[in-house]
């Protein structure tokens, strides 16, 4: 897929980063674009295809050969041929979102032309903090630690999905099961982590605009201040939010299926593991929560004293039937009647501290619950899963 042509400037790509740079130095992502199918096939059969190759030469695929075959270990399908390349597709949608929004503070006149000099500093402030190496080496130490010092026993949370690679005496793993802890795993791990990056980048960029002198217009229809166009910005999350179900959803479908785990005994954890991925993609539009809420109660006051001064004119005009020295007030087209005047005030009061709405809501609910939607799907009836989702949602 091709990047299109942004002034960097002012429209920094989240994803053309260091590690983005070293894979087109080894020709995994083409000179233009960001080569995301190629990637995303590439890392999928890296995954997954040796543990498929050996668990077949060893007769572990199917049941008979082993307890748990690979086949009944429905997490190592889904973290590999659907989570990887889903974390690896997302940076397309991410570029895209990017390079689209942040250019827009500058189109929509929220940073205004005499402060495009300061915007133009923190989008490079922003972009040389991309495109450091210290967050790579942090993320790659901490994996590895994870990977080396995480119990690999059969019988532990972690070693569980290597069952089917254990021999049948319960000794040691073979070839596959060590592909899946120490090269398998950690890859899915480190494309998590990059994008736990991202979004801290995005809170960090945020953070530094709302620093901004910034032209909020606590009338604007959007409900935001003009800030309104920023609740997409978690849209380029949608595949991680994607991701890290699927990968938590399989998990679970193991154990309901082969463990006799109840669903219902889930539902707290799959209730607040929802939650957490909303909050945690949503996040960084609170970096913006300050300044607009800043400009909501200095409004309240300012157009509290327009609609005060608007109202005693009209009733000494229109109730005392007095003569007015200076009746421009209510004669100023661009306010209007009462009516507009009051409309102006519950305009200010319904302003939003924070630029969020349904659409940012459905924009990460949706992916997070289609793989707990399948999950449930194992027991209880789809279509009364859809209605109870559909409606929480609307």
Do not use: N
């Not at 960097?8 to 989240?14: D, E």
């Not at 190759?53 to 075959?69: H, K, M, S």
Request: include cysteine.
């Amino acid at each position: 897929m091709s990047a299109e042509a942004v002034d960097p400037s002012v429209a920094p790509s989240l994803v053309d980063d260091m590690a983005l740079r070293l894979q087109r130095h080894v020709g995994l992502v083409p000179a233009r674009g960001l080569g995301v199918v190629r990637r995303a096939v590439f890392f999928a059969l890296l995954t997954w295809l040796p543990l498929v190759a050996w668990a077949l030469y060893t007769g572990r695929v199917l049941p008979g050969g082993v307890d748990e075959p690979l086949v009944m270990h429905f997490g190592v399908h889904v973290r590999f041929l659907l989570a990887v390349p889903a974390l690896i597709l997302g940076e397309a949608m991410a570029h895209r979102v990017s390079t689209t929004l942040i250019p827009y503070f500058l189109t929509s006149g929220v940073v205004p032309p005499a402060q495009r000099g300061a915007f133009v500093r923190v989008v490079g402030s922003v972009a040389r903090l991309r495109d450091r190496t210290l967050p790579w080496l942090l993320i790659a130490v901490v994996v590895l630690a994870w990977t080396i010092l995480q119990p690999v026993a059969v019988g532990s949370e972690a070693g569980h999905e290597a069952k089917w690679a254990s021999s049948a005496e319960g000794g040691g793993l073979g070839f596959g099961g060590w592909w899946f802890l120490y090269v398998s795993r950690p890859i899915f791990s480190v494309l998590l982590a990059a994008w736990l990056w991202r979004l801290a980048l995005v809170f960090v960029l945020l953070k530094r605009i709302a620093g901004l002198d910034l032209s909020i217009v606590p009338t604007h229809p959007d409900g935001a201040g003009g800030l309104g166009f920023v609740k997409d910005m978690p849209k380029a999350f949608s595949l991680l939010a994607f991701a890290t179900s699927a990968v938590v959803a399989s998990r679970l479908a193991h154990d309901v299926m082969y463990h006799d785990v109840s669903l219902l005994s889930l539902k707290v954890v799959l209730g607040g593991f929802v939650a957490m991925v909303i909050a945690v993609c949503v996040a960084p539009l609170l970096a913006l929560a300050r300044p607009l809420a800043a400009a909501k109660r200095r409004a309240l006051l300012e157009y509290g004293a327009l609609v005060g001064t608007h109202g005693r004119l009209v009733r000494q005009r229109w109730i005392l039937g007095e003569k007015l020295a200076d009746d421009g007030l209510i004669q100023a087209a661009e306010i209007g009647p009462v009516a507009d005047t009051l409309a102006l005030y519950e305009a200010v009061r319904r302003m939003q501290a924070v630029p969020f709405g349904k659409s940012t809501l459905i924009g990460i609910a949706v992916p997070t619950l289609v793989p707990i939607l399948v999950l449930l799907s194992t027991q209880v009836p789809i279509k009364e899963v859809l209605k109870k989702i559909v409606g929480a949602l609307l």
